[in-house]
């Protein structure tokens, strides 16, 4: 069983840092391609930033330069490093796994950036 679990979310003011994680149990973890994403309050779930099993990654503009997601296949974990926030950031962020065609979810984390 696939199962990623979101951790790192809180509160924050503008300009400062939060650092994410992902955990996703099973022993297949090096296999998967794992993505961030995030839902702000009355929008649709967006793409945030994704790493491959090769260590490719991909980012949305919005968070170009700002955010970092690197992963750690020791540790089952892949971590998303948030900078520069802003208050658009504010959003629960989920955790995304692909494994052979099949998709799975987090929960998700939520991020407030506020003063």
């Known amino acids: 069983q696939v199962q990623p679990v979101e951790s790192g979310g809180g509160l924050v003011q503008p300009g400062g840092s939060l650092r994410l994680s992902c955990v996703v149990s099973?022993?297949?973890?090096?296999?998967?391609?794992v993505s961030w994403y995030r839902q702000a309050p009355g929008k649709e779930r967006r793409f945030v930033a994704r790493i491959t099993t090769g260590g490719t990654t991909n980012y949305a503009d919005s968070v170009k330069g700002r955010f970092t997601i690197s992963r750690d296949n020791a540790k089952n974990t892949v971590n998303l490093q948030m900078n520069s926030l802003k208050s658009e950031d504010t959003a629960v962020y989920y955790c995304?796994?692909?494994?052979?065609?099949?998709?799975?979810w987090g929960k998700g984390t939520l991020v407030t950036v506020s003063s």
């Open positions: 995304n796994v692909l494994l052979l065609g099949a998709d799975y």
């Open positions: 099973g022993s297949i973890f090096s296999l998967t391609h």
